[in-house]
């Protein structure tokens, strides 16, 4: 960025703005620029425009620094609203084993919460600084991140303290298992999580989240954590229908959940109450890719009317990825989106997943967290998947790699 502040941004062969004002899912302006002034973008439009917006001094009077970009394609920065990135040890034993044939359960969790118990604060620290690094190199500017691998009141909250160093999106998840020592009193884990734990975890959480799911918690018991947590000005987040048709949709719905997680098993019921409603489906493709579950069905819900945002669901046993554009690639071979549909879901989507309207597009007046890709379309996500396209990431108009 120029001393003044703004820098206009050249050379894009197409920018993907999300922006409604625009034609199209994702309002691609062809040709284009883009003016940033402090970190917010201050004018996006056709690169023969630029000159004239210069003119109108869209700049506040600053001077302005120039950045060509060489013919890339500039999307914005992903948006991952599902991520759990702060545990210890690794699951590499339990996915060469689904691999082989052992199925797939819940139950993994528990042997990441004894690792996650054991690691030290620095541990944990140092692998999460290493996961956002990993995120940045890949095009993800806004993430959230989960607690649910500690499940005691200190490790519950030192989790949260750690991953609100790095997000501000940050989830209280201690309804992620029953822990081992309260196998036989599932009820008093229940109690302790929706009291002295959430009194721990609140301050440092924006989110609440529950695992609702045979193997994890009952319709009612997530209904009752949820509305403790809601209670304390939480807002809601579930889990549910990753293993099974259940009522967790319903739930998820009935307390105005921001997101519903999983949907890989949903009634007709379920499609058409989240189309009425204003929770985001958000379907995690890595999970069905590493246990070798159904993919959920992303055409059904999209031609529903369900908002459907894309996220990575990055954790060390059901989907050990961070890449949005591999997500972006599965779901468009696998879940029967179109690339315009996937990359809208893993930026706007995400966004809408989080209560966002300031990320996930490049409407005037938004964040500038976008990513330019070596490649001259948004489609080469979908079309070279594996293929390191990112070529360079900017977060509040700052360039991070």
């Known amino acids: 960025m120029s001393a003044g502040g703004s820098t206009l941004f050249t050379g894009i062969a197409e920018l993907v703005t999300n922006d409604p004002a625009r034609s199209g899912l994702l309002g691609i302006v062809p040709d284009a620029a883009l003016l ?22 869209a700049t506040g009077g600053d001077a302005v620094e120039t950045v060509d970009l060489g013919g890339a394609a500039v999307i914005p920065g992903f948006v ?14 339990e996915f060469e084993a689904r691999m082989s044939g052992a199925a797939y359960s819940a139950g993994g969790i528990r042997s990441t919460v004894a690792a996650t118990r054991a690691a030290s604060d620095g541990e944990l620290a140092a692998r999460l600084d290493g996961f956002v690094a990993e995120l940045h190199a890949q095009g993800t500017t806004t993430f959230e991140i989960k607690s649910g691998y500690g499940l005691t009141v200190a490790d519950e909250a030192r989790l949260l303290e750690l991953a609100s160093r790095v997000t501000d999106e940050t989830t209280f998840l201690g309804a992620h298992v029953v822990p081992a020592e309260f196998a036989d009193d599932p009820e008093s884990y229940v109690e302790l999580v929706s009291g002295p734990m959430l009194d721990a975890c609140a301050p440092h959480a924006r989110w609440i989240d529950a695992f609702c799911e045979t193997g994890a918690f009952t319709v009612e018991q997530s209904r009752r954590i949820l509305r403790a947590g809601a ?4 807002g809601v987040r579930l889990h549910a229908s990753q293993l099974a048709p ?21 009634t007709d019921t379920d499609v058409a109450a989240l189309a009425s409603s204003r929770t985001v489906a958000t379907l995690l493709p890595g999970v069905e890719f590493s246990t070798r579950q159904p993919y959920p069905d992303a055409r059904r819900l ?6 459907v945002a894309l996220a990575s669901d990055c954790n060390p046993g059901s989907s050990f990825t961070s890449s949005m554009a591999f997500c972006i690639a599965v779901a468009v071979r696998d879940m029967r989106m179109t690339p315009a549909e996937a990359l809208w879901a893993a930026t706007a989507g995400g966004a809408a997943a989080l209560r966002r309207t300031d990320v996930g597009n490049l409407a005037a007046g938004s ?35």
């Open 36 to 57: 940033v002034r402090d970190g917010v973008v201050v004018w996006a439009g056709s690169a023969a425009e630029a000159p004239g917006v210069l003119d109108r001094n």
């Open 80 to 93: 991952d609203s599902h991520t759990h990135l702060v545990f210890g040890g690794d699951r590499a034993a």
């Open 231 to 234: 209670e304390r000005g939480l």
């Open 246 to 266: 259940g009522d967790g949709v319903a739930l998820a719905i009935e307390l105005d959940a921001a997101s519903v997680d999983h949907c890989t098993y949903l």
């Open 302 to 307: 999209i031609d529903a009317g369900v908002t």
């Open 367 to 401: 964040r500038a967290d976008f990513v330019a890709l070596r490649a001259p379309s948004f489609v080469h996500l979908a079309y070279r998947p594996g293929v390191p396209l990112v070529d360079g990431v900017w977060k509040d108009g700052a360039r991070l790699s």
